[in-house]
């Protein structure tokens, strides 16, 4: 198995993505640190799956916008597991509107989940790797980041700021065998694209060249490669796992 004796802290574990992030990771051997937002039982029915699938898995509650909270989690995670192999940092909102529209707080709600979030996970993780010399981070980006989308500025600037910050992180812990990259996924079959209308569902399959929405599993598997020993030699690189949609 490919993350045997491995400790995985994935962010937004409790559904969609995540979730289908969380079991790829325990049904190959990784033990799982789920973090979520609110949501226990999701986050308990995730947590009962990747144990059925032979994993140690600890639920974690914590805000990744909140400074205190994400420190607490890392350090609750080492103290459990005594060290952290990886990081995927897939926890994400929307909160879309147009531009002229959106408010202050919806922008800064989605910044500071997504892209700080992002940040203060890598920062108090980065000292654990560092003395283990070893780390794999995996940012969870967005089409969107890359190619921008009406109707979600705050959106696409967290996401592209993902993808800034992907590449200054994994320039400045290549040396200490820590690889960091990003995925942007298109439109993947969860939560977040079930609230869609159906005119702009309609809209977003017309430019997939695969004719189809992406499933969860599909976007876990390609996280689950970039997290693995196999991948040591790709790093600051953003995959997109899109049905072709930003070819
Ligand atoms: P989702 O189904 O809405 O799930 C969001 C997850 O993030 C939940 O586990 C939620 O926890 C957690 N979360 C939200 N805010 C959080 C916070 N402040 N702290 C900690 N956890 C938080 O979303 P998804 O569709 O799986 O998306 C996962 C990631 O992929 C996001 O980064 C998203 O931007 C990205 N993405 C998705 C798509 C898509 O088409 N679905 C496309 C491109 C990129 P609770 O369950 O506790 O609320």
């Known amino acids: 198995m490919r993350f045997e004796n491995k400790v ?8 969609g993505i995540g979730r289908a992030i969380c079991l790829e990771l325990a049904r190959q051997g990784a033990s799982i640190v789920l973090c979520y937002a609110g949501n226990e039982q999701a986050a308990g ?7 059925a699938a032979g994993a140690r898995v600890t639920c974690v509650r914590c805000d990744v916008s909140d400074a205190q909270q994400v420190k607490d989690m890392m350090k609750a995670a080492v103290r459990e597991y005594g060290r952290i192999d990886v990081l995927v940092n897939n926890a994400g909102v929307t909160r879309d509107g147009f531009l002229l529209m959106m408010r202050e707080s919806d922008y800064d709600a989605v910044l500071d989940t997504n892209l700080k979030g992002t ?4 920062k108090n993780v980065v000292h654990t790797m560092m003395k283990q010399n070893y780390g794999r981070i995996v940012n969870v980006s967005s089409v969107t980041g890359l190619r921008g989308n009406p109707g979600q500025a705050n959106y696409a600037a967290s996401k592209a700021g993902v993808i800034g910050l992907t590449k200054a992180a994994a320039k400045e812990l290549a040396m200490k065998n820590i690889t960091v990259n990003a995925v942007a996924p298109g439109f993947i079959e969860t939560d977040m694209t079930a609230a869609m209308h159906s ?3 309609a809209a977003a399959l017309a430019v997939i060249p695969a004719g189809r929405l992406g499933q969860a599993q599909e976007v876990a598997r390609a996280i689950a490669f970039l997290a693995s020993d196999e991948a040591a030699y790709i790093t600051g690189q953003v995959l997109a ?7």
């Open 241 to 247: 796992i899109d049905g072709g949609m930003s070819m």
């Open 119 to 122: 940040f203060l996970c890598i």
């Open 45 to 51: 029915e995730t947590a009962e799956a990747c144990r």
């Open 8 to 15: 995985a802290v994935v962010t937004g574990g409790s559904r």
């Open 199 to 201: 005119a702009a569902k």
